[in-house]
């Protein structure tokens, strides 16, 4: 548990502008991961994450998630082995089926998306390996493609999903899976089951994502997790009292990241909501690094 990474989200409703300077501040405060987001009509993933990447030093940069539907696997794979040519170590590639009414949205939704994550996930993950990729399967086709500058250090492919056979998907297939946000630490016992049952091997690492508000005031961190944990509840077919978020005061907040972490999270990303998330990133470090009573 001690072991695990702590990391913050830069909002898809967050201007791409202040990308930079967010990622510098967080980065400066100690943090150990970045991750942006790519949802129809907000960022690009890939170029949300060569800002954050540029723009810092240390940082290790996620991409949550590109959607395999709108995305060439071997694009996919040339745009991300030029991110870890670049800055080697530092890149965590996030893939998902894409939210099924916006990928039909914009005419690509697939057949089987299930087949179409798989094979992306195969494909995406040979070519970064250097390989010449044959595939001629239900919905990627690949013909002798080998990219010429394959990266010298194979970022981690990750699958984000949330239903069971996606989940057993990403552990038969994946390097590690991204949990979506509301899932807590009984939610992390089942998933580490469903991935075991696809075949997930020890080194399998699983990155929790957690809306997050930190404050004093029991009533107002309520008042501001409430739309967000109300859509999110919604979306995940479960109530609303039953959304798990990292929030109340810093020390409550901190002991949320360490409930996650004991249930199996490798890494727990916060997705801030309310007023100065770097200051309650601050606050949440700070308790996090204090010294147990």
Same mark, same amino acid.
């Given at each position: 548990m001690t072991n695990v990474r702590i990391g913050v989200m830069h909002d898809r409703d967050w201007a791409p502008e202040g990308l930079p300077e967010f990622a510098r501040r967080a980065e400066?405060?100690?943090?150990?991961?970045?991750?942006?987001?790519?949802?129809?009509?907000?960022?690009g993933g890939v170029s949300a994450a060569a800002v954050a990447l540029g723009a810092t030093n240390r940082l290790r940069v996620g991409i949550g998630i590109t959607p395999a539907p709108l995305r060439s696997p071997a694009l996919l794979a040339m745009e991300l082995a030029t991110l870890?040519?670049?800055?080697?170590?530092?890149?965590?590639?996030?893939?998902?089926h894409g939210v099924r009414e916006w990928m039909a949205q914009?005419?690509?939704?697939?057949?089987?998306?299930?087949?179409?994550? &798989?094979? =992306?996930?195969?494909? !995406? @993950?040979?070519?970064?390996?250097?390989?010449r990729v &044959?595939? =001629?399967?239900?919905? !990627? @086709?690949?013909?002798?493609v080998k990219l010429v500058h394959p990266p010298t250090e194979v970022p981690p492919v990750v699958a984000g999903v949330v239903r069971p056979r996606s989940?057993?998907?990403?552990?038969?297939?994946?390097e590690g899976t991204l949990i979506a946000e509301g899932h807590g630490p009984r939610d992390l016992e089942h998933i580490r089951e469903l991935i075991a049952k696809g075949g997930a091997t020890a080194d399998h690492t699983l990155t929790?994502?957690?809306?997050?508000?930190?404050?004093?005031?029991?009533?107002?961190?309520?008042?501001?997790?409430?739309p967000h944990t109300e859509g999110h509840g919604a979306w995940l077919g479960r109530p609303q009292e039953e959304v798990f978020t990292v929030s109340g005061d810093a020390t409550r907040a901190a002991d949320g990241i360490r409930e996650l972490a004991a249930a199996g999270a490798h890494t727990v990303v916060l997705r801030f909501v309310g007023v100065d998330p770097l200051g309650q990133l601050e606050a949440v470090l700070g308790a996090w690094q204090a010294p147990s009573a």
């Open positions: 400066a405060l100690g943090v150990d991961d970045l991750w942006v987001v790519e949802d129809l009509g907000w960022n870890a040519r670049v800055f080697p170590g530092r890149l965590v590639a996030g893939i998902g914009v005419g690509v939704a697939p057949r089987s998306p299930l087949a179409l994550l &798989e094979e =992306t996930i195969t494909s !995406v @993950r040979a070519l970064l390996r250097g390989e &044959e595939v =001629t399967g239900r919905e !990627v @086709r690949l013909y002798g989940l057993e998907l990403s552990g038969r297939v994946a929790a994502f957690a809306f997050a508000c930190v404050g004093d005031d029991p009533d107002e961190v309520a008042r501001t997790l409430h």
